[in-house]
């Protein structure tokens, strides 16, 4: 049975920072590319960042880049996104996916996916 459980969501104020994790079981987690994807309310999924499966690249939407930072531990099963200068136009559900290949900016590539955790930005 795969699993993806994210933590680490919460309450904060502007230009503040939240560190996201997100721990797999149940798959091959160091064969997996990884991502977060995020959803506002009323809003579709949209791309936040991406970490192949070695952690060798990485990948970012324009809108955090130079903000966030994702990492992995393949030791662990678990990919973690370090949110930084934080706005309330980041206020979202943020969702940990795998994906078994294709273009990691589209959510579409993304077979598994975790609960979400909310990300909550105030002014």
């Known amino acids: 049975q795969v699993q993806l459980v994210e933590s680490g969501g919460g309450l904060v104020q502007a230009v503040g920072s939240l560190r996201l994790s997100c721990t797999a079981s149940?798959?091959?987690?160091?064969?997996?590319?990884m991502g977060w994807i995020r959803q506002a309310p009323g809003k579709e999924r949209d791309f936040v960042s991406g970490?192949?499966?070695?952690?060798?690249?990485?990948y970012y939407a324009d809108s955090v880049k130079g903000r966030f930072t994702i990492s992995r531990d393949n030791a662990k099963n678990t990919v973690y996104l370090q949110m930084n200068s934080l706005t309330p136009e980041d206020s979202a559900v943020y969702y940990c996916?795998?994906?078994?290949?294709?273009?990691?900016?589209?959510?579409?590539?993304?077979?598994?996916w975790g609960q979400g955790t909310q990300v909550t930005v105030s002014s």
């Open positions: 970490i192949t499966y070695g952690g060798i690249n990485t």
């Open positions: 996916a795998a994906s078994n290949g294709g273009n990691l900016y589209y959510p579409r590539s993304y077979s598994y």
């Open positions: 149940g798959l091959a987690f160091s064969r997996l590319n």
